[in-house]
Nanobody, 115 residues
Framework: QVQPVESGGGLVQAGGSLRLSCAAS????????MGWYRQAPGKQRELVAR???????DYTDSVKGRFTISRDNAKNTVYLQMNSLKPEDTGVYYC?????????WGQGTQVTVSS
């Protein structure tokens, strides 16, 4: 299987926005729920947003109302629109299946939010 490729991270001031993209393997993407995960410095990786093949979404409480997950099934791509960013959103963001598949972690993309 081909690992996902995450992009779109960067350095942004608090209150700013970023849009992350994840190009996934078609064979995995089409039939599975996909998730965006975050690993903050010194913390365990956590699931922050999840989307089913049909488009139903779930979010962890800390990002509700600020982050939006979406998917483009034709492009095998999942997105994470992040608005009103806070310093505590800093971390490496990964996409994977939800629940995750241990062999499917990519390199992630770094998001740094300055105060």
């Amino acid at each position: 299987q081909v690992q996902p490729v995450e992009s779109g991270g960067g350095l942004v001031q608090a209150g700013g926005s970023l849009r992350l993209s994840c190009a996934a393997s078609g064979s995995i993407f089409r039939i599975n729920a996909m998730g965006w995960y975050r690993q903050a410095p010194g913390k365990q990786r956590e699931l922050v947003a999840r989307i089913t093949p049909g488009g139903n979404t779930d979010y962890t409480d800390s990002v509700k109302g600020r982050f939006t997950i979406s998917r483009d099934n034709a492009k095998n791509t999942v997105y994470l629109q992040m608005n009103s960013l806070k310093p505590e959103d800093t971390g490496v963001y990964y996409c994977n299946l939800a629940p995750d598949l241990s062999a499917y972690w990519g390199q992630g993309t770094q998001v740094t939010v300055s105060s």
